[in-house]
């Protein structure tokens, strides 16, 4: 299934065998992972008339979610995409269902609808590591690798943006358990499309030959622990807008400051990612990914010194030029380190890596905002992505990870 390219562009990634009808399959299946958090939080509240449920309900199916990833990746390395995956979204979407139908009027009983989002989070399928793993068998130019991870990232963003606003939508004319169905449907349409594209088929037969222990891998602990921190950094960043614009505006104006802003950072984020695709970079990845995390540190302690929201706007605008970058690097050094069978458990670490960053990023700004001046928590949130990068170059002669632990779990 490999093949290189002499023209490394986005149009040369889409050319590549069944890279269109592959990738659109994956991102209709990933545009639920855009919808479903909004429409599980508004059809739990709704349903309990408690923001406190519907809270620990997201938060409860975000960890199993998150915290599963490479549990379930590994499944897809050993028995292949068909074997694996599919049965996966099968029961991901049919809890949803479920989840929809509990939730669809109020007065459902909060212990159910906790254990159905548990269940439901635990079977999320990873259809985006698991497109990175074709990409990966489908490209053996690695300038072309790095397009085709860069078009996937920004795609990916744009999924997080539309999404909600696809919810927003489906609530205008029906329940909010109706945008929970919606994400069950999408992640099942995905899925079987994906599945059944002949590039995952070649995936599938790799995978279930393939070893699937990964031995001695140090090269997986850079792009790990820099995904991490550009986490950590990110799940701060949506609390700190709030906080910014609730100090200066009121009501309704505090919610479109925060929606501009948030919009700046996806949008920088999108150019950034077109961007470092396009580059033919003559630094090697390894030193780029550092430096990344630096500019993406950088700006965030300048967004702290904004007076108003247009230079706010701007800076998390300049922040996010280096997310996608720095996310797409960390996950073509990953591949670079999986061997053949181990892809999507690889990519799957740093995607854990990501999300999990977000959560607990979120959850401690929550404890520094009020107590110290935002500049500060703008500054710190951008220390952690420094940190993070001075790590990192620690961490390329740091001790090996074994994975072996998670591989054996799934025996």
Known sequence: MSASSTRPSYAAVLRMPYAKRTFTAALVGRLSYGTVSLAVMLAVSRATGSYAVAGTVMALFGAASVFLTPLRAALVDRYGPRRALLPMAALYAGLLGVLAAVSWRPGAPTVLLGAVAVAAGACTPPLGAAMRAVWGELIADRRLLQRAYSLDAVAE???????????????????????????????????????????????????????????????????????????????????????????RYHGDSADETVAWVLAALSAGSAVGGLLNG???????????????????????????????????????????????????????????????????????????????????????????????????????????????????????????VHTEEAVEAVR
Do not use: I
């Open 157 to 247: 963003e744009l999924m997080f943006v539309s999404g909600p606003l696809l919810v927003g939508v489906v609530v205008g004319f029906a329940p909010p358990a109706a945008g929970v169905a919606l994400s069950g449907v999408l992640v099942a349409l995905g899925a079987l499309g994906f599945v059944m594209s002949p590039a995952v088929r070649g995936l599938a037969v790799r995978a279930s030959r393939a070893g699937m222990r990964m031995r001695g891998r140090r090269g997986l602990v850079q792009p790990v622990v820099v995904a991490g921190g550009v986490g950590l950094a990110l799940g701060a960043v949506d609390l700190l807008v709030l906080a910014f614009a609730e100090q």
């Open 278 to 400: 396009a580059v033919n970079w003559r630094t090697s990845a390894r030193v780029r990914l550092p430096l990344l995390a630096v500019g993406l540190a950088l700006a965030l302690a300048a967004a702290g010194l904004a007076p108003g929201l247009v230079t706010l706007s701007a800076a998390v605008a300049v922040a996010g030029l280096f997310v996608a970058p720095a996310l797409t690097t960390s996950y073509l050094l990953a591949d670079e380190a999986a061997p053949s069978g181990f892809r999507t458990q690889a990519g799957a670490w740093v995607n854990t890596a990501v999300n999990a960053g977000s959560s607990v990023g979120a959850a401690a700004v929550g404890l520094l905002v009020g107590r110290l001046p935002l500049a500060l928590c703008f500054a710190a949130s951008g220390a952690v992505a420094l940190v993070a990068a001075l790590a990192s170059w620690h961490g390329k002669a740091s001790p090996v």
